[in-house]
């Protein structure tokens, strides 16, 4: 895999080694990137290499197949539980697959056949990185300061679809965005790269849309958790979801997985009790009301229809 070396002192890079024994320093570290950057990077994260190498390496086989094979999940229903799409984006092509991987017994079937061991490889693979977004979840609401267990059991009922990219490689030397700048609608993605291409808006910028775009450095085994729209609801705005894109690279084809993580399709999720100074600033939504604006002419950010001075009355 690529390393990316281009890692400042800025990077809010997360060593999960000490979430045991010393849970709290940890907890400090999340809340400090959740609420600069809306986004950190974690190392030593307890899922091996090998996972991670079969899920990257099923991806890769499977994208390589005939388009004709790929085309068989092809559908534009947002609520469909495997499909397959391609977009054109200034000369580049990006192929996502989008399974939905929770609970896996329910859905494993209908993923693809091919290539050999897909089913197997990628099952591992969203179990493991259930089981870290579990933990993640559990310190990210105790760095907020409510208990570690508030939401456990709807996270651990909970959806998670993973999102599956492949970028063509870019032609000419001004790499062009292969996915344009958005938010993710969950509590939190887990992502892992292939190589580097993810940029966020810089931390220092504040995170105003305006802001500069910096490229977020792949670290060998690393992931980068992302704070999703429902965890800005959540947080009743303490942290906000983060505005991320991905630039293909020129050399070869860029794989992105993400995982998002997310309550139960009709669950509403709205601002903590505990973190309402006065009032909540969001309105509750559910998964299903995302997946309804996302299908709707409605162009505005999801996350945009739920700050509530923001909603019309
Ligand atoms: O390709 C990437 O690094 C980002 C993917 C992403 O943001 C997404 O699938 O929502
Ligand atoms: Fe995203």
């Not at 950190?40 to 388009?67: M, Q, Y």
């Not at 539980?81 to 494993?108: C, D, M, N, T």
């Not at 091919?114 to 933990?135: D, W």
Request: with cysteine.
């Amino acid at each position: 895999m690529e390393e990316n070396l281009e890692i400042s002192a800025d990077d809010p890079i997360i060593d999960l080694s000490p979430l045991h024994h010393n849970p709290l320093f940890v907890i400090k570290k999340i809340h400090e990137a959740c609420r600069r950057c809306g986004f950190f990077h974690v190392i030593n994260h307890g899922v091996a290499d090998s996972v991670i190498e079969e899920a990257l390496n099923v991806n890769r086989k499977f994208f390589e197949l005939p388009t004709e094979i790929k085309e068989e999940l092809w559908s534009d229903d947002v609520q469909k539980v495997v499909r397959f799409g391609e977009v054109e984006v200034g000369g580049i092509s990006r192929e996502f697959l989008k399974l939905y991987a929770h609970p896996l017994h329910q859905y494993v079937s209908s993923w693809p056949k091919l290539p050999l061991h897909y089913r197997e490889r990628m099952g591992l693979y969203a179990t493991e990185v259930r089981k870290l977004s579990i933990e993640l979840f559990g310190a990210i609401m105790e760095s907020l300061n409510l208990s570690e267990t508030h939401l456990k059991q709807n996270f651990e009922q909970g959806i998670q679809i993973l999102g599956i990219n492949s970028y063509s490689p870019c032609s000419g030397p001004n790499a062009t965005t292969g996915l344009p700048p958005h938010t993710d609608h969950s509590l939190i993605t887990v992502l892992l790269q292939s190589g580097p291409g993810l940029q966020v808006i810089d931390c220092r910028s504040n995170m105003s849309v305006g802001g500069l775009w910096k490229n977020v450095p792949r670290l060998n085994g690393s992931f980068q958790v992302l704070v999703g729209d429902h965890l800005e609801v959540l947080s009743n705005g303490l942290y906000k979801s983060v505005v991320h894109r991905a630039i293909p690279s020129c050399s070869n084809t860029r794989l992105s997985i993400a995982n998002l993580h997310s309550l139960r399709m009709d669950e509403i999720v709205e601002p903590a009790g505990e973190l309402q100074e006065n009032e909540g600033r969001y309105k509750g939504s559910s998964l299903r009301d995302f997946l309804k604006h996302l299908a709707s002419r409605d162009t505005r950010p999801f996350i945009e229809t739920l700050r509530i001075d923001q909603v019309e009355s």
